[in-house]
């Protein structure tokens, strides 16, 4: 039965009948409920039953291990700067490329997105959403051939978070802001996934994103104790729940890890490597357990992803050094050891390529590092 809310609110609520349930034994319960761990340095894994153990290829990963957890464990937003944008056609806004990731929600009309380097301008429509990569330039606009006006001067002629600007024709309304993350997480997170992310609005998961934003607007709209907290938190779930989005809408097929991870063979090698890391793999092994020759498995993987598959794992080690000399107090050859280095100094040089210092430099710039609020225009 449905009752409407007090006065005061304007949602509905649902009251559900009462039904009995018999009463249930351990017994029964027991083989249909899987215990869920955190794994601090590994995200989130689920413990296998004796017969997966037994019918897991050898070297490969449980079947609970989600390396796209595994990912984003690490990742840290330190602020999210948000924007409501009213614009009448002709319209049309051009920020150019900034340290920061930009995200928007299109509640309303339609617009054309584009973006530095992509060939095509993005059609967008209301409950689209989008994820640009940092450093990238951004315009969008009512049609693809409208002038597009300088972002950063208009945003300063905003009243609080609403900007209207326009020509007084058709609306659109868009929900747009930057995430802020930590130089180095952020920076690694990205190389991990496409320069532009799309969610369309007829996905099954574009309401959760609706939700999750709604309370970002509300957050943004009050100066309640903790609210930056909430907010942060918000922002970091908002770009996991885009990403997945995106991944389980088909839009992983292009290039890269995403891709790869939808690729059953190729998915089992990954999940193998992040389970593992300080495994002594070799292409060999890998291909066992993709169930593929060494050939094959070497080419798809190259063609998938974009890299080598001994590249991939040296930066997934590389990624993981990085959050155990930031967020850990493990010496450096205990560091060394637990990404698959024997030697402390094949260790420092393997580390140097990839993040262009020293694993003592890293911990030190890292944690000189402090929070601080995002600056410039959304988009």
């Given at each position: 039965?449905?009752?409407?809310?007090?006065?005061?609110?304007?949602?509905?609520?649902?009251?559900?009948?009462?039904?009995?349930?018999?009463?249930?034994?351990?017994?029964?319960?027991?083989?249909?409920?899987?215990?869920?761990?955190?794994?601090?340095?590994?995200?989130?894994?689920?413990?296998?039953?004796?017969?997966?153990?037994?019918?897991?290829?050898?070297?490969?990963?449980?079947?609970?291990?989600?390396?796209?957890?595994?990912?984003?464990?690490?990742?840290?937003?330190?602020?999210?700067?948000?924007?409501?944008?009213?614009?009448?056609?002709?319209?049309?806004?051009?920020?150019?490329?900034?340290?920061?990731?930009?995200?928007?929600?299109?509640?309303?009309?339609?617009?054309?997105?584009?973006?530095?380097?992509?060939?095509?301008?993005?059609?967008?429509?209301?409950?689209?959403?989008?994820?640009?990569?940092?450093?990238?330039?951004?315009?969008?606009?009512?049609?693809?051939?409208?002038?597009?006006?300088?972002?950063?001067?208009?945003?300063?002629?905003?009243?609080?978070?609403?900007?209207?600007?326009?020509?007084?024709?058709?609306?659109?309304?868009?929900?747009?802001?930057?995430?802020?993350?930590?130089?180095?997480?952020?920076?690694?997170?990205?190389?991990?996934?496409?320069?532009?992310?799309?969610?369309?609005?007829?996905?099954?998961?574009?309401?959760?994103?609706?939700?999750?934003?709604?309370?970002?607007?509300?957050?943004?709209?009050?100066?309640?104790?903790?609210?930056?907290?909430?907010?942060?938190?918000?922002?970091?779930?908002?770009?996991?729940?885009?990403?997945?989005?995106?991944?389980?809408?088909?839009?992983?097929?292009?290039?890269?890890?995403?891709?790869?991870?939808?690729?059953?063979?190729?998915?089992?090698?990954?999940?193998?490597?992040?389970?593992?890391?300080?495994?002594?793999?070799?292409?060999?092994?890998?291909?066992?357990?993709?169930?593929?020759?060494?050939?094959?498995?070497?080419?798809?993987?190259?063609?998938?992803?974009?890299?080598?598959?001994?590249?991939?794992?040296?930066?997934?080690?590389?990624?993981?050094?990085?959050?155990?000399?930031?967020?850990?107090?493990?010496?450096l050859a205990e560091v060394a050891d637990a990404v698959g280095?024997?030697?402390a100094g094949a260790f420092n040089r393997a580390f140097q390529?990839?993040?262009?210092?020293?694993?003592?430099?890293?911990?030190?710039?890292?944690?000189?590092?402090?929070?601080?609020?995002?600056?410039?225009?959304?988009?």
């Amino acid at each position: 039965m449905r009752t409407r809310c007090p006065a005061s609110t304007s949602c509905w609520t649902t009251r559900l009948p009462t039904v009995p349930f018999a009463p249930v034994t351990r017994i029964m319960w027991e083989p249909l409920f899987r215990e869920v761990q955190y794994v601090p340095s590994g995200g989130l894994s689920v413990p296998e039953t004796p017969d997966e153990v037994s019918n897991r290829p050898d070297g490969a990963a449980p079947s609970g291990v989600d390396p796209f957890s595994d990912v984003f464990t690490a990742m840290r937003v330190r602020s999210a700067l948000y924007c409501r944008m009213e614009a009448t056609a002709p319209w049309g806004v051009r920020f150019p490329g900034s340290p920061h990731a930009k995200f928007g929600l299109v509640t309303r009309g339609s617009c054309w997105l584009e973006v530095t380097g992509q060939p095509k301008a993005i059609p967008l429509r209301g409950g689209d959403c989008y994820v640009v990569a940092a450093g990238l330039g951004v315009t969008v606009r009512d049609a693809p051939r409208t002038r597009a006006q300088d972002g950063e001067a208009l945003i300063r002629t905003k009243t609080g978070d609403l900007l209207r600007f326009g020509g007084g024709g058709a609306a659109t309304q868009v929900i747009t802001g930057l995430f802020e993350f930590d130089a180095w997480s952020g920076q690694s997170v990205f190389e991990l996934l496409p320069s532009v992310l799309c969610v369309r609005g007829d996905e099954a998961q574009a309401s959760a994103l609706g939700a999750t934003l709604n309370l970002l607007a509300l957050e943004t709209a009050t100066s309640a104790i903790g609210s930056p907290v909430v907010i942060n938190r918000l922002a970091e779930i908002l770009f996991v729940q885009m990403v997945r989005a995106h991944y389980t809408s088909g839009g992983a097929g292009e290039l890269g890890w995403l891709a790869a991870l939808g690729n059953a063979p190729l998915g089992a090698a990954l999940r193998a490597m992040h389970h593992a890391p300080a495994q002594p793999w070799s292409v060999e092994a890998l291909a066992r357990i993709a169930g593929m020759s060494r050939s094959a498995f070497a080419l798809h993987f190259k063609a998938k992803v974009g890299e080598t598959p001994l590249e991939y794992l040296t930066r997934w080690r590389m990624y993981k050094a990085g959050c155990l000399l930031r967020d850990g107090d493990l010496g450096l050859a205990e560091v060394a050891d637990a990404v698959g280095y024997e030697s402390a100094g094949a260790f420092n040089r393997a580390f140097q390529r990839v993040h262009a210092r020293t694993p003592g430099e890293f911990r030190r710039f890292i944690r000189q590092q402090t929070p601080s609020s995002a600056t410039g225009a959304p988009a």
